[in-house]
Every structure is written in structure tokens, then in C-alpha cells.
């Protein structure tokens, strides 16, 4: 996406550099990413390319107690089974067309189809970090869903599929 001479490696961490330029075009593709903090209570929000986080949020991140983290976006491409690999705290995917998968921990499937809006909540225990992951399934294995698969939605979009999906 943003080409191998721009990435430094440093074993498993790894730095890109952007020249200042006009990147708007990269928010047109990703997910809605929002980390809320119940002590003290704050918000903050972004986007990012891909649902495939290792202990990363937002900058200055500091939470005394849970924190939820969610991911909205509309799926634009084929109709696909999804799998949702999480080990941080219990998440919750709901589905713009209905319905509400709720989990504990550990992985969760899920099928979605274009132009659906996905939303997918995790509530993190404090000092634990976020680990999540969202593949695409195929017989053969599983690949991280390309960038342009889904359009990050603003939160009035969450709140709508949320409310809609309450009493599931």
C-alpha cells in the first residue's frame, strides 16, 4: 500500500515513512477504530487499515480500570465468512441485517455480505493489552481481509446498529 522502500524493520517492530503529501485518499478504506476509557472517562477515536491489533490504541493511552475497544466499518467487498480472533476480554460483533454474536474471549465466526454494517466491540481488562485479529476464511486457511474490504462509519452508524440489535 505504501510501497517496501518507505518500511524499516527492527526484527518484529517496524517504522514506515510518509513524505508530507496528500494521504487523504487512505481515508477512504479501513475501520472506524474508537478506544473509551471508563476511569477516568475519556474518548478517543481514528481509523485503521485493518483489524489486527497487538497490544496497540491510540496515543497518551492511560485507564485506570476496562476499556472498550470497537471497530466499525461497511463491508464492501464479496459476500465472506469472517473470523474474529480475540484473547483480551469479551466481544461482541453486530451485524447491520440483524443479529449479535457475544463471546467471553476466544474466536468468533461470522458471515457478512456487501454493503452490511459490522461492528465489533472489546472490553479489555485494565493493564491487559488489545489482541485482536480479523481474518477472512477460505478452505485452505485464513488471510487478513485486504484494505479496501470495508469503509470506515462514523459512530452515528454504531449507535443505530447497536440500538437496533439491544434486545438480542
Given amino acids: 500500500m505504501l510501497g517496501f522502500k518507505r518500511v524499516r524493520s527492527f526484527g518484529g517492530p517496524f517504522?514506515?515513512?510518509?513524505?508530507?503529501?496528500?494521504?487523504?485518499?487512505?481515508q477512504q478504506y479501513g475501520w472506524q477504530y474508537e478506544v473509551e476509557c471508563a476511569s477516568p472517562k475519556w474518548r478517543k477515536s481514528g481509523q485503521v487499515p485493518?483489524?489486527?491489533?497487538?497490544?496497540?490504541t491510540v496515543s497518551n493511552f492511560h485507564c485506570d480500570s476496562f476499556s472498550t475497544h470497537r471497530w466499525v466499518g461497511r463491508w464492501l467487498a464479496a459476500e465472506a465468512n469472517l473470523m474474529l480472533r480475540s484473547e483480551s476480554g469479551p466481544v461482541t460483533v453486530s451485524l447491520?441485517?440483524?443479529?449479535?454474536i457475544r463471546r467471553?474471549?476466544?474466536?468468533?465466526?461470522?458471515a457478512v455480505v456487501?454493503?452490511?454494517?459490522?461492528?465489533?466491540?472489546?472490553?479489555?481488562?485494565?493493564?491487559?493489552?488489545?489482541?485482536?485479529?480479523?481474518f477472512r476464511t477460505f478452505p485452505g486457511g485464513e488471510s487478513v481481509p485486504p484494505?479496501?474490504?470495508?469503509?470506515?462509519?462514523?459512530?452515528a452508524s454504531?449507535?443505530?446498529?447497536?440500538?437496533?440489535n439491544a434486545g438480542e
Fill in 15 to 26: 517504522s514506515v515513512t510518509v513524505e508530507r503529501a496528500n494521504w487523504s485518499w487512505l
Fill in 50 to 56: 485493518a483489524l489486527f491489533h497487538i497490544n496497540q
Fill in 96 to 100: 447491520e441485517r440483524g443479529g449479535v
Fill in 104 to 110: 467471553d474471549v476466544g474466536p468468533i465466526g461470522f
Fill in 114 to 134: 456487501p454493503g452490511e454494517l459490522v461492528s465489533i466491540s472489546l472490553v479489555v481488562p485494565q493493564g491487559k493489552g488489545v489482541v485482536a485479529f480479523l
Fill in 147 to 155: 484494505w479496501n474490504s470495508v469503509r470506515p462509519e462514523p459512530r
Fill in 158 to 164: 454504531l449507535e443505530a446498529v447497536e440500538s437496533q
